[in-house]
């Protein structure tokens, strides 16, 4: 899958936003740690790229379906094999910073592709509210150690719902 991330500037801005889709502005600042660290999530993730996930991925990372950061990549290594997410975008941001824990609330509309099992049998796009907790090491680089599905389709929702 080709990247769909896209940097606006003043002169692309209303081609870019100009959509019936929902789209993603990511605000950040230079000083904000956590605002810089999810620029390379949502590459990945826009990518596809379960090697760079990996690396981002702090080794004592555990969510309410994956106990351990090797059961969570093993997910990702079968899932993103598999030609099932066509194009995704991020729709919104928000991000707290309390000392050396950081959230970030991200909003994202997920497109499958055409042929996926998904695609065929349930929705071609859904809308998506994850949350995604990041711990400052001691180097000072951010990594996650939690991420949750919050809400699929602005529905309260969970890992064990979508599994």
Not at 116 to 144: D, H
Request: hydrophobic content about 35%.
């Amino acid at each position: 899958m080709s990247s769909n991330v896209i940097d606006v500037t003043m002169e692309n801005f209303k081609d870019e936003i100009n959509t019936p889709l929902p789209v993603v502005l990511d605000f950040g600042a230079e000083w904000c740690g956590p605002c810089k660290r999810i620029v390379p999530i949502i590459k990945a993730v826009a990518n596809e790229d379960y090697r760079t996930i990996e690396s981002l991925i702090s080794e004592n990372y555990s969510d309410s379906y994956h106990n351990s950061k090797e059961s969570l990549m093993a997910d990702c290594r079968q899932q993103l094999s598999q030609n099932l997410v066509e194009k995704s975008k991020k729709t919104g941001q928000l991000i707290t910073i309390s000392g050396p824990k950081a959230k970030v609330v991200v909003f994202l509309l997920i497109t499958f592709a055409k042929d996926s099992y998904v695609s065929q049998n349930f929705v071609s796009f859904l809308q998506m509210k994850a949350e995604i907790n990041l711990q400052k090491q001691t180097n000072n680089k951010w990594l996650i150690n939690r991420i949750e599905i919050r809400e699929i389709n602005r529905q309260p929702t969970g890992w064990n719902q979508i599994r």
